[in-house]
């Protein structure tokens, strides 16, 4: 074992074998971190002259025993590099003031050990009675306490040394030589217990300690319920919030599909409107044509059939849909108008339903159907010069799925739009695409994907167009709505 004394640190020991090293200091008990010299005898002790008294060291123990004036030394302050240990045994220490000569086996302390007491407790530097009680109980906001304490040992008493320990602030003992008082601030709230041990004035220490609970009461807003109330609300506070916020989400998304519904009503009546001008456009130009020719006879027939057909056209304006019997209907007396101009020996024009589909309760958008009859009549027919036929048909695709198909025997689509083309290059038909808008504004209104218009051109054997069959493919919303 190998010792350093340190003219600042006190005395280090360094465990040549393990490679450890430990440094004592007045924390320890030693009685000044001066170190001036050490000596070791033949029982292992170790005696260390300080600038405060000569010590003694049980490096088993880690315990010291301190010697001073009082006990016959030539003065308390020593001199560095003068110790000098004697064949007899005996050892020397030089200071400032002589020197002493010793036998360290016969240089022994005597006595037993002292108890200690606590004399005083002050919070807020005010003295409370904390004798009778279990347990000294203080308020967070009253934490700054101190504690007195005295060894009850009256030989030499400015030789008594002192120990406190808080337990739950301090790690480890605390020696504070000869000082018997200590305080304590910003306690943390929570249970302590304050233990104090002394040493007689023959430096020999009572290791039973005299102890006192301390309970700092935590405040209100630090106690368990008040965590869990807090907890509680904040949970109760974040399910309103995102209930409140996913709500106000829900009306703002209920508010554009509302906005969207409307919107794509609107489309769908302006689209609406806009067939029904171009047909009303065309009937009048009959009727015209009729009193041109002096049909007044015809005009008249004509005209009445054609009241009928406004009134039913101002219906469909306000209504979007309306049930298979009636467009049926409808579809029947405008084909009677357009026989009526062009010829009943022009074409003939059949409407069948599908016994699987209730035309009193399956509905279609009003409107929607006419251009395509009109299509096949206008591009389809007059440009045959044989007779021709339209046949109508309301089926069932599906449980879900309603269909109206439009099929004529006429010229096909590609010779109608040369001849259209030849007649008037700059015309172009916004029929067609009426209804595609339709279709796609119905998706929307209605917040469906099913609704769909195909067009096939229809071939013979030989390759030749022989017709067009276009075909409205809906979702049943009377059955959806089941």
Known sequence: MLWLSSYQFGIGKYNLKTKQFKLYTTADGLPNSIVYGSLTDAQGYLWISTNMGLSRLDPKRETFTNFDVYDGLQNNEFNGGSYFKLRSGEMAFGGVNG???????????????????????????????FADQPALEISHKQNFVSFDFAALDFTAPQKNQYA??????????????????????QIPPGEYTFKVKASNSDG??????????????????ANDWFRYLA????????????????RTIQERENEKANLNRQIAALEMKALRAQMNQHFIFNCLNSINNFILHDQNHQASKY????????????????????PVERIATFMTL??????????TNRFDFDIIIDPDIDSHETVFPTMMIQPHVENAIWHGLMNKSEKGKITMAFQRESPHLVSCTVEDDGVGRIKSRE??????????SKGTQNVLESIETFNRQYNTVGAKIIIDDLYNTQKQAVGTRVKIVLPDLAQTKN
């Open 334 to 343: 405008y084909v009677e108008l357009e026989q009526m101009r062009f010829g």
């Open 164 to 185: 406190y320990q808080l337990e739950g602030v301090d790690k480890n003992w605390i020696y504070s030589g000869n000082r018997h008082f200590v305080s304590y601030s």
């Open 303 to 322: 005209l009445t059939k054609f009241s009928k057909l406004i009134r039913q056209i101002l219906d469909n304006t306000d209504t979007p849909l309306a």
């Open 419 to 428: 001849l259209s083309h030849r007649l008037s290059p700059s015309q172009k």
């Open 231 to 246: 907890i509680g609300l904040g949970i109760v506070g974040l399910i309103g919030f995102f209930t409140s916020r996913i």
């Open 99 to 129: 020197f002493n000569i010793f036998r360290p086996t016969g240089l022994q302390r005597k006595g037993s050990q002292s108890k200690v007491a606590i004399t005083d407790v002050k919070i807020m530097n005010q003295s409370v009675n």
């Open 204 to 221: 020999v220490w009572n290791e039973k300690p005299t102890t006192l609970r301390l309970i700092v009461a935590a405040p209100f807003w």
